[in-house]
């Protein structure tokens, strides 16, 4: 697989293959099976699965721990045409995500034609000429054999009509885990030799408080997302144990704003005598718990952040 210049020294006995380490990530029209594929890869559900935009704008989404390799799988929100400074600053996220990886993979599922959301991203792809891209066609248990050659087919012509070659086809399926070993096993060699980069044993790096956050946000926008679509951000302001709890009986404080860009915003997220607020809190704190494993108290405040998706600072102030 790999083409390693010929060694200058004689060797006298079989050495054993260099250690690779290095950063991958799989991009993808939604429904792709990005989500599903990680999470096959890495061996344990990571990652939070959902379409909504803020649970994919985060960063190392899982990492495949090899003797002979560490493939740390990282995260891209969607590429959209941008509308607001967020969305922009989201592309941008994006295109300094795919120019820093090792390598791309390119999810397109095997049961769908290659459409315009799936040419506007290998387009993006094309641009990115060091990148090495791996098409990985997915869902590859939803057809059969005839159907699957002819998408291969068409994956090794997009590629071609764009100016450029794909470093490997590899048809898989997550679900049933066929071809997940081998994905592994080919994007291995297009890292670079280098030691783990991570200590053994940590599957993700996504803070704790992030999955929170994402949590607490899925639950305020319950009902509302037409409302207030892309106009709330939640941050954890602190987590901790509580001092003093009995022994076996811990309790975990959780201290989160609940940002919005407008006052009139306030009431939606609030509810009459603060009806909605007490809902999302309870709604969410059930899954934190079941996420940490762990009772929690969970203390939310709505604030104001006025306008905060056009405003450099507070994007930067919220995570962005
Ligand atoms: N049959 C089958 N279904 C799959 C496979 N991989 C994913 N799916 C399903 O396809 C749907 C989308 O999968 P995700 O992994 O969430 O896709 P995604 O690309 O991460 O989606 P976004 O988060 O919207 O970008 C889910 O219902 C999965 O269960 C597969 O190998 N076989």
Redesign the pocket.
């Known amino acids: 697989m790999s083409d390693r210049s010929p060694s200058p020294r004689p060797v006298t006995q079989a050495e054993p293959a260099p250690h690779r380490s290095g950063f991958a990530c ?1 991009v ?12 096959a890869l890495v061996g344990t559900k990571v ?1 939070i ?3 909504r935009p803020q ?2 704008r985060h960063t190392v989404r899982g990492i495949v721990h090899r003797p002979d390799a560490q493939l740390v799988l990282v995260d891209t929100p ?1 590429l959209h045409k941008p509308r607001t400074l967020l969305g922009e600053r989201l592309n941008d996220v994006v295109r300094t995500t795919w120019a820093e990886v090792d390598v791309i993979g390119f ?1 397109l ?1 095997a049961d769908q034609r290659i459409g315009p959301g799936d040419r506007y991203i290998a387009k993006e792809l094309a641009a990115m000429k060091r990148t090495p891209k791996v098409a990985v066609v ?5 057809v059969d054999s005839r159907a699957l050659a002819e998408q291969l087919v068409s994956v090794d012509r997009l590629g071609r009509e764009l100016g450029f070659e794909w470093a490997e086809i590899v048809p ?5 885990g066929d071809q997940v070993g081998l994905l592994a096993d080919l994007l291995v060699p297009l890292l670079p030799e280098g030691p783990p980069l991570y200590p053994d044993g940590d599957l993700t790096d996504e803070p704790e408080q992030v999955m929170v956050a994402e949590l607490i946000r899925e639950a305020a926008l319950e009902g509302v997302r037409d409302e207030l679509p892309h106009s709330i951000a939640v941050v954890v302001e602190e987590m901790g144990p509580r001092e003093g709890r009995p022994e076996g009986r811990p309790l975990l404080d959780i201290h989160a704003n609940v940002f919005i860009e407008r006052p009139s915003q306030k009431g939606i997220v609030i509810g009459p005598k603060g009806s909605r607020l007490k809902e999302v809190g309870t709604k969410s704190r059930k899954q934190i718990e079941a996420l940490l494993g762990t009772p929690v108290y969970l203390d939310l405040h709505v604030k104001v952040a006025k306008d905060w998706q056009r405003d450099p600072k507070q994007l930067r102030r919220l995570g962005f």
């Open positions: 799989f993808g029209r939604p429904n792709a099976g990005k989500s599903t594929l990680t999470n990652a699965t959902s379409n649970t994919t969607g999810c599922p997915t869902k590859t248990d939803l898989v399926s997550a679900t049933a």
